[in-house]
Each structure stands twice: as C-alpha cells, then as structure tokens.
C-alpha cells in the first residue's frame, strides 16, 4: 500500500531523493568548528560540506538518521542571510529547539556531557497517560548557545 500525503495545496510529492521533507537550518559565528562538535557530542554525520575561500563554510548537510540539517555561518552576507544569527550573539535566545529521537536518552547524554554539552535538563521520564505514550527526555545545549532536545520513547 502507498501513502499518499493530502494538504491544502493537493497531493504532496514526495521529496527529492535522498532529502528529508522537513530540514532546518541553524547558523554559528563558528560554523566549522560546530560542524565538528556536533558530530562528536550528538552523533552526527557529515554527508557534506563545501568549503570556500579560507577554509568558509559555504554549505553544510550533516545527517542523524534520516533527519538532516544544515549549519552555516551566521550574518552570512552571501544572498540576504543578514538575518543569521547565532544565539551567542543574541543574549542565549532561541528561535527553535529540534527534538532528535534517540535509542537511549541516558547514554546520549552521558557521551553529550563528556564532549562538552551544557546539560539545560537532565533525562527525566515524561508519561503522557495511558491513551498517549512516555518519553525519556533531555535538553542541552551547544557552546553557541542552541538547545537541542534529545527524546527516547520509553512506552508507545
């Protein structure tokens, strides 16, 4: 059986290939070094990164699963991305907050902690009730200030 996605705008294609249909974005001051770190604390993966002049960061995808997302430099001048910043340079603020599903919650923050990672919020088990399902839950954040929300559903 094939699903067939329907909104308002009519049935949705699927993405392209190899490209997840939801992707974010998130912008450093240091976009290589945070390409590093988050692989080292989190557990992604590269799949690419295109340098420029100086070693620049000029596009990024880095994956986790069949999630994706892309880290660039923040007030990136290039095509109006003026209004890139980096939480660091904002006083801590934070526009959005991902949430990564992970096979244990307890050993990725662990190995999150010894890499670096501020721990916002310790593992701790949410139960929605008997009719909805239970998490294990953690956030922490990252040297520029972005908090990342690490989720491991515990009951379905």
């Known amino acids: 059986m094939v699903s067939v996605s329907v909104n308002y ?4 294609k699927p993405p392209p290939e190899g490209w997840p249909r939801i992707s974010t974005a998130l912008y450093y001051e240091d976009p290589s070094r945070a390409i590093d770190w988050i692989c ?5 993966e590269v ?3 295109i340098e420029g002049e100086g070693g620049r960061i000029e596009h990024s995808e880095l994956t986790y699963g069949e999630g994706l997302i892309m880290v660039g ?6 095509e109006g991305r003026d209004h ?9 603020a934070n526009t ?9 919650a307890d050993a990725h923050c662990a190995h ?4 670096g990672a501020k721990i916002v919020t310790e593992p701790t088990t949410h139960d929605y009730g008997d009719d909805y399902w239970s998490d294990r839950t953690y956030m922490a954040e990252d040297f520029e200030g972005h908090r990342w929300w ?4 515990v009951r379905g």
């Not at 705008?9 to 949705?12: I, L």
């Not at 690490?150 to 559903?153: D, G, I, N, S, T």
């Open 9 to 12: 705008f009519g049935v949705m």
């Open 73 to 78: 430099r923040a007030d990136n001048e290039r």
């Open 47 to 49: 799949r690419l990164k």
């Open 40 to 44: 080292e604390a989190f557990g992604f």
């Open 112 to 115: 999150a902690r010894a890499a």
């Open 84 to 92: 890139a910043k980096s939480p660091k340079s904002l006083g801590g």
């Open 96 to 104: 959005q907050s991902m949430c990564i599903a992970v096979e244990d």
């Open 150 to 153: 690490f989720m491991q559903r």
